[in-house]
T-cell receptor, first 116, second 108 residues
Framework: DAGVIQSPRHEVTEMGQEVTLRCKPISGHNSLFWYRQTMMRGLELLIYFNNNVPIDDSGMPEDRFSAKMPNASFSTLKIQPSEPRDSAVYFC??????????????FGPGTRLTVL | KNEVEQSPQNLTAQEGEFITINCSYSVGISALHWLQQHPGGGIVSLFMLSSGKKKHGRLIATINIQEKHSSLHITASHPRDSAVYICAVEVDADKLIFGTGTRLQVFP
């Protein structure tokens, strides 16, 4: 398996522009997580989906952030409009959750976002 | 106060030394995860445990649920172990809360 795939790996944009980050989870995994990592705050959960349904979006910082999971193999995280304080590394992770409670999460390589 | 505290924040060691990284948490959890973040940025899951001890190669993770404390040990440390080690606790089904990480450097 190719693991969790994220694109782009690097994104540089100007303040006010729309940014779309993409994630393909591992095939067969039914949970998908979006995280943000900054020097100041470390890793934070933004939102997670189970069976394509958003379960907890309490970590989404504000209305400028939105996430979708239209099917089991694809998710997007959109920032519109972007601001310099959104600069961070955004990780996507997936796991297979269920009654066995083996919830190891597999992380993608991350997207490094820089908003100028 | 953070819900997950790690210590130390930074750690340097000579090759071959025994390493211990500590994690304390203040919330009810269903499991605790240890993650490793390589200098290049990639994150790998090392352990997920809810009781007792787990061992994988030179890595050992322990957890004491009553004391809300976990430790990650590295025996016979090697420069390739240099990385940031992150403790995360699982609350509310799959939701993870992360510690700030311990930056480990092992010198030859």
């Amino acid at each position: 398996d190719a693991g969790v795939i994220q694109s782009p790996r690097h994104e540089v944009t100007e303040m006010g522009q729309e940014v779309t980050l993409r994630c393909k989870p591992i095939s067969g995994h039914n949970s998908l997580f979006w995280y943000r990592q900054t020097m100041m705050r470390g890793l934070e959960l933004l939102i997670y989906f189970n069976n394509n349904v958003p379960i907890d979006d309490s970590g989404m910082p504000e209305d400028r952030f939105s996430a979708k999971m239209p099917n089991a193999s694809f998710s997007t995280l959109k920032i519109q409009p972007s601001e310099p304080r959104d600069s961070a590394v955004y990780f996507c992770a997936s796991s297979r959750t269920g009654t066995t409670k083996n919830n190891e999460q597999f992380f993608g390589p991350g997207t490094r976002l820089t908003v100028l | 106060k953070n819900e997950v505290e790690q210590s130390p924040q930074n750690l340097t060691a000579q090759e071959g030394e025994f390493i211990t990284i500590n994690c304390s948490y203040s919330v009810g959890i269903s499991a605790l995860h240890w993650l490793q973040q390589h200098p290049g940025g990639g994150i790998v899951s090392l352990f997920m445990l809810s009781s007792g001890k787990k061992k994988h190669g030179r890595l050992i993770a322990t957890i004491n649920i009553q004391e809300k404390h976990s430790s990650l040990h590295i025996t016979a440390s090697h420069p390739r172990d240099s990385a940031v080690y992150i403790c995360a606790v699982e609350v509310d089904a799959d939701k993870l809360i992360f510690g700030t990480g311990t930056r480990l450097q092992v010198f030859p």
